[in-house]
């Protein structure tokens, strides 16, 4: 069945850089885009970053552009989220999550238990 472990986050400053992975199982990862997206404490979904198939082409909303980056590894069928310049803002639990084609538009139909990313001095 479809898995998808996120790991890699904790506490951080502000300021301060982590990397999250998402390690995937359970189905043909190189033929699926792929998703970032959090959730603060107290509020909804927020999308964080997409990537396509093969990795060459992602997007971000303006909140993270310029500080996060999203990468594959499709022979180690995993995601990253490379995340610099942290801010308290973006303290909330990040998921991975699979669209339902290789182009990351549309619906995503599995989903990651999340981990907690945490900025604070």
């Known amino acids: 069945q479809v898995q998808l472990v996120e790991s890699g986050g904790g506490l951080v400053q502000p300021g301060g850089s982590l990397r999250l992975s998402c390690a995937a199982s359970?189905?043909?990862?190189?033929?699926?885009?792929m998703s970032w997206v959090r959730q603060a404490p107290g509020k909804g979904l927020d999308w964080v970053s997409g990537?396509?198939?093969?990795?060459?082409?992602?997007s971000y909303p303006d909140s993270v552009k310029g500080r996060f980056t999203i990468s594959r590894d499709n022979a180690e069928n995993t995601l990253y989220l490379q995340m610099n310049s942290l801010k308290p803002e973006d303290t909330a639990v990040y998921y991975c999550?699979?669209?339902?084609?290789?182009?990351?538009?549309?619906?995503?139909?599995?989903w990651g238990k999340g981990t907690l990313v945490t900025v604070s001095s």
């Open positions: 999550a699979k669209f339902m084609n290789d182009y990351p538009r549309g619906g995503m139909d599995y």
């Open positions: 359970g189905f043909t990862f190189s033929s699926y885009a």
């Open positions: 990537i396509d198939s093969g990795g060459g082409s992602t």
